[in-house]
């Protein structure tokens, strides 16, 4: 069974970055495709960033070229640095791991964007 635990959220200026990580325990990471996605009050989860075991990643249009996912396989982490954050970036941001038929969420961490 795979764990994953989110951290790095928080609250932060528009304009500010914060970087989150997921770190997983369970399994083998390397053979898992990585996700972060984020779901604000009142409306579906969306896909954010991901990144396939390859390192090949996928963006979603709202945050090109202001997030950038990583990977680090020996860490069994995956990042994402958020720069230039603005108000609609807020939303309780999840990690997902994918193989074949399986998905892993963790549990979420809260990002706020307020003046």
């Known amino acids: 069974q795979v764990r994953l635990v989110e951290s790095g959220g928080g609250s932060v200026q528009p304009g500010g970055s914060l970087r989150l990580s997921c770190v997983s325990s369970g399994g083998i990471f390397s053979i898992y495709a990585m996700g972060w996605y984020r779901q604000a009050p009142g409306k579906q989860r969306e896909m954010v960033a991901s990144i396939t075991t390859g390192g090949s990643t996928n963006y979603a249009d709202s945050v090109k070229g202001r997030f950038t996912i990583s990977r680090e396989n020996t860490k069994n982490t995956v990042y994402l640095q958020m720069n230039s954050l603005k108000p609609e970036d807020t939303a309780v941001y999840y990690c997902?791991?994918?193989?074949?038929?399986?998905?892993?969420w963790g549990q979420g961490t809260q990002v706020t964007v307020s003046s």
């Open positions: 997902k791991a994918a193989r074949a038929f399986s998905d892993y």
